[in-house]
């Protein structure tokens, strides 16, 4: 058993490649900040749709009434940013408990100012966007988010990335409310600024063997954080760590570095593949494809469907994971909020079927069908 998991753990590190041609690089190097005031998608148009939605399911989304007002008022934590790490032991294997109680205050917020940005789309109210605004700029006086080192708790860094990605995301929503006061607005976007900097601070390996989901995440954030703050080689930096991220596939389509997490490799697949779908997302509305770009003969298609055939037939794992596995696209759990985006440009099977109820991620802005599902039934 060791010396196979020490076979495939070789593998990973030989399959981990760097982009070999300069095109793909290209295609990202000269790209632009268009619209530095464009979310990952356009709320009009969108606001316009959930006015005339039939899909039962959107409709299921629109009866949710919470809201940053509804929200219990998060209060930024004091002291060292400490965070006990996720797993016992290890990368896989049993959860460690003393985690959700560090995390608490971060989940807070996360739900606070996501469920502000999608009540903000589905009716327009300016107070939800005030509301946002206020609890980011709490945060933002408090110097949230800072006080940490990657030394002292890298599951702080990690929560960082999160919590960054999911309020950057759901203040692209309500940014443009013109009751939002400038002086806040200045405040929320330096502050947002320098966590982005200071987290790619704490990146000191920069080795791209060891580029895994975290680094996807980080991309996110560099992504989002640069187009609000108007960050060109913040928001390129986000694009090339997309373009590694598909240089690294294997053949088939899976990620080597998510492979290599025992019984949660196909969750981490999926779990890598959503900070990828949003770069893409605010990527595409500043006039930049990266869902068909192509790197060493691979696209953001592959990995799906990568997850798609190997949730259907498990023993597909088996080169890369003797266990069985703990996630499948059709454990009749809700599936992640992420594909909402991708079966709005892909529709049809498999995602009729799988996609049956209101979705929601605060690690994706908030409620990822209200932000992408289609507005008419079938």
């Known amino acids: 058993m060791k010396k196979i998991r020490m076979l495939l753990l070789v593998f990973v590190c030989i399959a981990l490649v760097v982009p070999g041609s300069g095109a793909e690089k290209n295609a990202v190097s000269t790209a632009r900040i268009v619209d530095p005031t464009a979310s990952f998608f356009d709320i009009t148009a969108r606001r316009a749709e959930l006015g005339s939605a039939t899909n039962p399911r959107l409709l299921d989304a629109l009866k949710d009434k919470s809201g940053c007002l509804s929200a219990e008022q998060p209060q930024p934590p004091t002291g060292r940013m400490i965070i006990p790490h996720h797993y016992l032991q290890g990368s896989n294997g049993p959860v460690n408990p003393l985690e959700k109680p560090a995390t608490e205050p971060y989940h807070k917020l996360q739900d606070a100012v996501t469920r502000g940005a999608g009540r903000y789309l589905a009716t327009g109210d300016h107070a939800e966007a005030v509301c946002v605004a206020k609890v980011l700029a709490t945060w933002a006086a408090a110097k949230a988010l800072l006080n940490y080192t990657r030394e002292e708790s ?3 860094w990690y ?6 990605g999911s309020v950057s995301l759901a203040y692209s929503v309500v940014q443009s409310d013109p009751s939002i006061p ?4 200045k405040l929320i976007l330096a502050w947002l600024h320098n966590v982005a900097e200071y987290m790619f601070d704490q990146d000191k390996d920069r080795d791209a063997t060891k580029e895994n989901n975290h680094a996807y995440g980080r991309a996110l954030d560099a992504t989002s ?7 060109e080689a913040l928001y390129r930096r986000g694009l090339e760590q997309y373009v590694r991220a598909i240089a690294q596939m294997n ?3 899976s990620f080597p570095l998510e492979m290599a997490r025992h019984e949660n490799a196909l969750w981490y697949q999926s779990f890598a593949l959503a900070p990828l779908a949003m770069v893409a997302e605010l990527a595409n509305r500043q006039g930049v494809d990266l869902y068909d770009l192509k790197v060493n003969g691979h696209s953001f298609s592959d990995a ?3 997850l798609v055939t190997a949730s259907a037939q498990p023993e597909q794992m088996k080169k890369y994971a003797l266990e069985t596995q703990t996630f499948s696209l059709y454990s009749g759990k809700a599936p992640p909020g992420w594909l909402e985006f991708w079966a709005r440009r892909h529709p049809g099977a498999p995602w009729d079927e799988l996609l049956t109820k209101p979705l929601f ?3 994706l802005g908030g409620s990822t069908t209200l932000f992408a599902a289609p507005a008419k039934a079938k």
Do not use: K
Not at 159 to 164: G, K, N
Not at 225 to 231: E, M, R, S
């Open 159 to 164: 929560q960082v990335e999160w919590t960054l």
């Open 154 to 156: 890298s599951q702080a």
């Open 182 to 185: 400038r002086d806040q607005r």
């Open 361 to 363: 991620d605060s690690n």
């Open 225 to 231: 954080v640069g187009i609000l703050t108007g960050d």
């Open 251 to 253: 053949p088939d389509g």
């Open 304 to 306: 799906v469907n990568f």
